[in-house]
């Protein structure tokens, strides 16, 4: 945090409390307002909707994407067609170990044996090191995703990253996610199509089948509901 943000969490607490009834494109501006361009967000590439209502309110936002090297291809051609729709700079962030490298360390498969170490170095710390340069990071969390998602405040102090955290949309429903992405001709990645609501790493990620919890298709059967970015 730079001088002026040193106190973070009263910053954050203080937000969340004004913004809790904000609309979105209200709690993005006073987040472009506060930050400037120490202001970034990152991107699943599950489909376009942060990306469009970001760079609505701040277009050349720097729009972070892990690419762990093992993303569906669906997930790349997704990545690089909102690069070229949306006024936005695209930072393509890579682990330390390509996966032959990490292979060639810790074994092959790694995702299968110990996916909690396999998501820490290919997410975890690639994104620590990629939030270095700024004060406040926007995400796509929402509180009806999953139970673990049920306190998100719309505006966080994150403590392990020490930084602020914008969750514009903390408060929609999957409804108001449908509206909004239907309105405004969102770029959706292919695989939505397909059975897959929630599109993380090509290993750990399955179709779940209609009514099934969206977030059960991650890591399903291996214990892990969370890859650690937002924890
Ligand atoms: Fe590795 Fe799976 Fe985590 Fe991707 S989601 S980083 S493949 S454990």
């Not at 973070?8 to 709690?27: K, P, T, V």
């Not at 392990?160 to 914008?166: A, E, I, L, T, Y």
């Amino acid at each position: 945090m730079n001088v002026a943000l040193e106190d973070g969490r009263a910053l954050a607490d203080r937000a969340a409390a004004e913004l809790e009834e904000a609309s979105a494109q209200e709690i993005i501006r006073w987040a472009a307002e506060t930050f400037g361009d120490r202001l970034c967000m990152t991107s699943s590439m599950a489909d376009a909707l942060m990306v469009d209502l970001v760079s609505r309110v701040k277009p050349g936002i720097d729009v972070i994407f892990l690419d762990t090297g093992y993303h569906f291809a669906e997930t790349i051609g997704t990545r690089d067609a909102v690069a070229q729709v949306y006024p936005i700079n695209l930072v393509n962030v890579e682990p330390l170990r390509t996966v032959e490298e990490q292979d060639r360390d810790l074994g092959p498969r790694l995702h299968g044996r110990n996916p909690n170490i396999c998501c820490h170095l290919r997410k975890v710390e690639p994104l620590q090191r990629a939030l270095e340069p700024y004060d406040a990071w926007v995400s796509g969390l929402r509180r009806d995703e999953a139970v673990t998602r049920r306190g998100v405040g719309v505006v966080q102090w994150d403590a392990r990253k020490k930084m602020v955290k914008v969750n514009p949309i903390a408060r929609w429903t999957q409804q108001d996610v449908d509206a909004y992405m239907e309105e405004h001709g969102v770029i959706v990645n292919p695989l939505r199509y397909d059975g897959y609501p929630s599109i993380g790493c090509a290993p750990c990620t399955r179709p779940v089948a209609p009514g099934e919890d969206p977030r059960s298709g991650r890591w399903a059967g291996m214990g892990k509901t969370e890859c650690g970015i937002h924890l």
